[in-house]
């Protein structure tokens, strides 16, 4: 299993500043995952990061927008920049480990609750 | 079409009562069939898995898939006010690191 820690847990910011979430995993993993969660709306994967290379983003996420880092095999940020009222959500980093038997099993950490006013 | 339809909610229900949530989807390649629960302000955790078609059992939750119709359940039986959350039904392709996609998640309210 993984343990991730993620921080901070929840902030308040003004539109157009920038907020750099933190997540800590407890042991090193090749794969970490920015995911947004929307109320009513299902978990959105925004980026897959992999230590050494560059973030691999999904269609609507650009780095411009969500630039992400990955020093090493158990840290990642996320940064979402120029912040917009629309940027409100939460956000989470996730790890796949391998549960043996072919199967893996994502771990998440608790979630930032971002609100841009 | 989005690849996971799941139901939303919110659904209430009193202690004790069977609960049944419900994820349909179209991606004939899924394979793995999970269910995440979420209490407020935590992230997702793995409730259970289940590898193609068939049922599992764990406790009081059960856990269907049906390939045939692209449908998956979890059953609670005696619901309990801890029970409260949002449950996550997600799937994945077979074989190594496959990415998981989730459904919207159903808010599930058990009351005293």
């Known amino acids: 299993s993984a343990v991730i820690s993620q921080k901070p847990s929840r902030d308040i910011c003004q539109r157009g500043t920038s907020l750099t979430i933190q997540c800590q995993v407890d042991?090193?993993?090749?794969?970490m995952f920015w995911y947004r969660q929307q109320p009513g709306q299902s978990l959105t994967l925004i980026a897959t990061?992999?230590?050494?290379?560059?973030?691999?983003?999904e269609s609507g996420f650009v780095i411009d927008k969500f630039p992400i880092s990955r020093p090493n095999l158990t840290f990642s940020t996320l940064t979402v920049s120029n912040m917009s009222p629309e940027d409100s959500s939460i956000y989470l980093c996730?790890?796949?480990?391998?549960?043996?038997?072919?199967?893996?099993?994502?771990?998440f950490g608790q979630g930032t609750r971002l609100t841009v006013v | 079409q989005k690849e996971v339809e799941q139901d939303p909610g919110p659904l209430s229900v009193p202690e004790g009562a069977i609960v049944s949530l419900n994820c349909t989807y179209s991606?004939?390649?899924?394979?793995?069939f999970m269910w995440y629960r979420q209490y407020s302000r935590k992230g997702p955790e793995l409730l259970m898995y289940?590898?193609?078609?068939g049922n599992k059992e764990d406790g009081r939750f059960t856990a269907q898939v049906d390939k045939s119709s692209k449908y998956i359940s979890l059953f609670i039986r005696d619901s309990q006010p801890s029970d409260s959350a949002t449950y996550l039904c997600?799937?994945?392709?077979?074989?190594?690191?496959?990415?998981?996609?989730f459904g919207t998640g159903t808010k599930l309210q058990v009351i005293p």
């Open positions: 996730s790890t796949l480990m391998s549960t043996g038997s072919m199967n893996t099993e994502a771990f």
């Open positions: 042991s090193q993993v090749t794969m």
């Open positions: 990061a992999n230590q050494g290379s560059e973030a691999t983003y």
């Open positions: 991606n004939s390649a899924f394979q793995y």
């Open positions: 289940t590898y193609s078609s």
């Open positions: 997600a799937m994945s392709r077979s074989g190594g690191y496959q990415k998981v996609t």
